[in-house]
Every structure is written in C-alpha cells, then in structure tokens.
C-alpha cells in the first residue's frame, strides 16, 4: 500500500510559477505509475498528467503542455509538478495518484490505486 502527500501548492498570479510534490511512503514507489489531477469548484476530476515508474515516459493534458511538466525522483520518492505560466483556469485542488501497473500512461482517475489528500492551487488575475 502506499500513502501519498502532496504540498507546494499556494496563491500565485497569473504568469507565475509553482512546484507540487507528492512524497510517497513504501518502499515500492518505484514499482508505481503515478499522475496529477485536478479538481475545480464544481467540476469534476480531471487528468492533468502521468509519468511511468521509471520516468522515461510523461504524458499531459493539452492544455498545460509546454506549461507543465511531471518528474519523479525514485530515490525521495517523490513526484513533482512544475507548474509555470499559471492561468487563472489553472485554479484548482490537485491530486497526486498511483497506479501499480506501472507502465502505462493512464489518464482516467479510476485507473489509479491510491490518492493523497490534495493540495490547493489558486491562480489570480
């Protein structure tokens, strides 16, 4: 089983930048697929993106390619968000999850095991 923790979220501007962590507990973090999703007031969960267990993989929305990038770090274990050029539709609670496939970029919440708790990001205009 696994335990996830995100942090680094906060109240940023539009334009400016933030880095999510995850830190996971176990020792087989490395054996997981994890992803970011987000959630806005009165929406529902939606994929943001996806790194394989051994990082060699990543795979994101489109609307936050080029804006976003995923990494892991197997020996912390922990996986990141770097979030940059935050647009207020950016606001949201974000997620991290694991799947213990591990090899497979997926996208849909229902494909993921565990969930941390979730860390709240608030862009202004």
């Known amino acids: 089983q696994v335990q996830l923790v995100e942090s680094g979220g906060g109240l940023v501007q539009a334009g400016g930048s933030l880095r999510l962590s995850c830190a996971a507990s176990?020792?087989?973090?490395?054996?997981?697929?994890m992803g970011w999703f987000r959630q806005a007031p009165g929406k529902e969960r939606e994929f943001v993106a996806t790194?394989?267990?051994?990082?060699?993989?990543?795979y994101y929305k489109d609307s936050v390619k080029g804006r976003f990038t995923i990494s892991r770090d197997n020996a912390k274990n922990t996986v990141y968000l770097q979030m940059n050029s935050l647009k207020p539709e950016d606001t949201a609670v974000y997620y991290c999850?694991?799947?213990?496939?591990?090899?497979?970029?997926?996208?849909?919440?229902?494909?993921?095991?565990?969930w941390g708790q979730g860390t709240q990001v608030t862009v202004s205009s």
């Open positions: 999850a694991a799947d213990s496939v591990g090899s497979y970029l997926y996208t849909r919440s229902y494909e993921y095991d565990y």
């Open positions: 176990g020792r087989t973090f490395s054996s997981y697929a």
């Open positions: 790194i394989t267990r051994s990082g060699g993989n990543t």
